[in-house]
């Protein structure tokens, strides 16, 4: 965690899980990083301006934020302009919008881990490619909540960008998205968006 111990809570997976991203209170030194970083201050606040750096995303459990030294910021706090930024910038990260990123981890795939196991991939190629820690569901883990792990755990095979989904891994994938992107207040997930996805999942060009 990095800054003074905050995050931002910008999902509810479930009763018992929530996603949130690390906040630091330097603005990132990389051109390609500040295109997941969103710049803040809270509400009636003249302090220095702090950063939510959603290409930073952590589940944690309830009680581990019960137990844990958190600041937790949530988007109720912040000016309107940061918050429209993050919703924008989160759904960009897992609806994959801009297909001219061209990476080997790629949006909506699947990859063998090292573990043997299963990664469904839920964020877009941009983000994949900028952090090398793409967010997965591991299908053989309970819960199956969105998690970031480095690229170096999925086996990667030459000239294979991962393989298409079943019919239920693309409707548990799709669930994971909207559950991610539901969490902030007041915003909804286009059905055109999430129906976007499905229709490109089918596509034999989506490779």
């Known amino acids: 965690m990095t800054g003074n111990g905050s995050i931002f809570l910008t999902s509810n997976i479930d009763d018992t ?11 990132p030194t990389s051109v390609a990083f500040s295109r997941f970083t ?5 509400k009636g606040s003249s302090s220095d301006a702090k950063y939510i750096q959603l290409y930073d995303l952590q589940g944690y459990t309830i009680q581990q934020l019960r137990d844990g030294d958190f600041q937790i910021i949530t988007a109720d706090s912040l000016e ?7 919703e924008e910038t989160l759904a960009y990260i897992f609806l ?14 699947k990859y063998p881990t090292v573990e043997g196991q299963t ?4 964020s877009c190629r941009e983000l994949n490619r900028t952090t090398g820690r793409p967010i997965v569901l591991i299908k053989e883990q309970e819960p199956t909540v969105p998690r970031q792990i480095h690229e170096s755990s999925l086996v990667i095979k030459a000239h294979q960008r991962g393989e298409p989904l079943t019919p239920e891994e693309e409707a548990l994938a ?19 968006a999430l129906l976007t996805i499905a229709v490109d999942l089918m596509l034999p060009n989506y490779l």
């Open 174 to 192: 799709i669930a994971a998205v909207e559950k991610s992107l539901q969490g902030l207040p007041d915003y909804q997930v286009s059905f055109a």
């Open 17 to 27: 899980h929530v996603l949130a991203a690390s906040v630091s209170v330097s603005a």
């Open 80 to 86: 309107e302009k940061a918050r429209q930024e993050v």
């Open 96 to 109: 994959d919008s801009d297909t001219h990123y061209n990476y080997v981890v790629r949006h909506m795939k």
């Open 119 to 122: 990664a469904i991939t839920l």
């Open 38 to 42: 969103v710049p803040y201050r809270e």
